[in-house]
């Protein structure tokens, strides 16, 4: 299968700054993405998707932006909040798989 | 929360027994996916159900079987464990197959010793 790979496993952020976690894909013929959050104990839950005919889209506080000639995958968190510590994960779709990335432990520090 | 249940929450079993999970999915989902998650990885997907078919299947032995009923709740069942079989095992459905959003439920913890 296609691997999907995130450039940082951790990243600390003061509570109220804005975080980035990025996410690199391979296959270029995937065409829609999803960023999943997971605390611990909890099944990775849905934040926002992009269609592979976009390049950018925003949801509450989060912004989805996708790079396809790089095949690069980023979530941007606005006014991070201690809430948003978890594991983030990337996954791309082609078929019918979604291919999930290591993850990203994100940790606000207050 | 997303609808989607997941039986039983936690579960020992030694190696070479058979295990039985289950999962319901949200109200009016057609489509159940499976994923094996091993601590600090990302889930890996074993395979999908649609209407009762199995719809795809990822780099899982033939040990991993599902089932998906009429009232679209699933079953994934491993034969033979091993040590490896030990996981976090989440069950996701979604609206129609393919590349509709998954919702994920809870997971069910294996640990096989």
């Known amino acids: 299968g296609e691997s999907v790979g995130l450039h940082l496993p951790t990243l600390s952020v003061q509570e109220g700054d804005n975080s980035i976690i990025n996410c690199a894909y391979s296959n270029s013929a995937s065409d829609y993405f999803i960023w999943y959050k997971q605390e611990s104990g909890k099944g990775p839950q849905f934040i926002i998707d992009?269609?592979?005919?976009?390049d950018k889209r925003q949801g509450q506080r989060v912004t989805v932006l996708l790079n396809k000639t790089v095949k690069h995958l980023s979530l941007q968190i606005a006014a991070t909040q201690p809430g948003d510590s978890a594991v983030y994960f990337c996954a791309e779709v082609w078929g019918n798989q979604f291919y999930f990335g290591t993850g990203t432990s994100l940790t606000v520090i207050p | 929360e997303t609808g989607v249940t997941q039986s039983p929450t936690h579960l020992i079993k030694t190696r070479g027994q058979q295990v039985t999970l289950r999962c319901s999915s949200q109200s009016g989902h057609n489509t159940v996916s499976w994923y094996q998650q091993a601590l600090g990885q990302g889930p890996q997907f074993i395979f999908q159900?649609?209407?009762?078919?199995?719809?795809g299947r990822g780099n899982f032995p033939p040990r991993f079987s599902g089932l998906q009923f009429p009232n679209y709740s699933s079953e994934l069942n491993v034969n033979a464990l091993e040590l490896d079989d030990s996981a976090l095992y989440l069950c996701a459905s979604s609206l129609r197959q393919s590349t509709d959003t998954q919702y994920f439920g809870p997971g069910t913890r294996l640990t096989v010793l």
């Open positions: 992009i269609r592979s005919n976009m």
């Open positions: 159900y649609y209407r009762e078919e199995e719809n």
